[in-house]
Nanobody, 122 residues
Framework: QVQLVESGGGLVQVGGSLRLSCAAS????????MGWFRQVPGKEREFVAG????????YYADSVKGRFTISRDSAKSTVYLHMNTLKPEDTAVYYC???????????????WGQGTQVTVSS
């Protein structure tokens, strides 16, 4: 059974920082590249960042490049998203999911977690 649990969201001012966490069940996490996504009401869910199964390689959407960093801790089956220099347009519900391949921008599993809300106030 796939299980993804996101946490760490909150209300932050422009220019602030947050660290999101995604706890994944073993089958979801092991040997799989992982990604972060975000969605605002009325829009499609969009890709934010991806990381290889080893954690050695990462890639980002242009809108967050240089401000966000994705990382993973295999011992804890957890993926993180470190967000710096936050902007109002980063406001969204953030989700994690496995990726079918490194370099992909589509979630692998149909069952998404509940997400975590990030709100950036100006």
């Amino acid at each position: 059974q796939v299980q993804l649990v996101e946490s760490g969201g909150g209300l932050v001012q422009v220019g602030g920082s947050l660290r999101l966490s995604c706890a994944a069940s073993g089958r979801t996490f092991t040997w799989k590249p992982m990604g972060w996504f975000r969605q605002v009401p009325g829009k499609e869910r969009e890709f934010v960042a991806g990381i290889s199964w080893s954690g050695d390689y990462t890639y980002y959407a242009d809108s967050v490049k240089g401000r966000f960093t994705i990382s993973r801790d295999s011992a804890k089956s957890t993926v993180y998203l470190h967000m710096n220099t936050l902007k109002p347009e980063d406001t969204a519900v953030y989700y994690c999911n496995a990726l079918s391949e490194y370099g992909g921008r589509v979630g692998l599993y149909v069952d998404w977690g509940q997400g975590t809300q990030v709100t950036v106030s100006s």
